[in-house]
Nanobody, 115 residues
Framework: QAQLVESGGGLVQAGGSLRLSCAVSGIIFSTNAVGWYRQAPGKQRELVAVIISSGIPNYGDSVKGRFTISRDNAKNTVYLQMNSLKPEDTAVYYC?????????WGRGTQVAVSS
């Protein structure tokens, strides 16, 4: 069973940056895709970025060119570097891994961007 723990959220002004981290345990991290999702109040959870085992990333349209996902297999950790933050990026950010046909989620970390 996978355990995921996010960190790095906070309050930042528009145009600022934050770096989120997600530590994953309980699975063979290096062979699994890992993703970041977010959910704003009153909205559905949406994909932010995902990175597959080879390191190839994929991004949601709203964050392309501003966010970068990366992974450190030696530390079983995935990162989300968020630059040029906008108020519409305000949400709870969740880490996700699908392992043996089961989706695992962290508890989330709050990101708030003020205008």
């Amino acid at each position: 069973q996978a355990q995921l723990v996010e960190s790095g959220g906070g309050l930042v002004q528009a145009g600022g940056s934050l770096r989120l981290s997600c530590a994953v345990s309980g699975i063979i991290f290096s062979t699994n895709a890992v993703g970041w999702y977010r959910q704003a109040p009153g909205k559905q959870r949406e994909l932010v970025a995902v990175i597959i085992s080879s390191g190839i990333p994929n991004y949601g349209d709203s964050v392309k060119g501003r966010f970068t996902i990366s992974r450190d297999n030696a530390k079983n950790t995935v990162y989300l570097q968020m630059n040029s933050l906008k108020p519409e990026d305000t949400a709870v950010y969740y880490c996700n891994v699908k392992y043996r046909n089961t989706n695992y989620w962290g508890r989330g970390t709050q990101v708030a961007v003020s205008s």
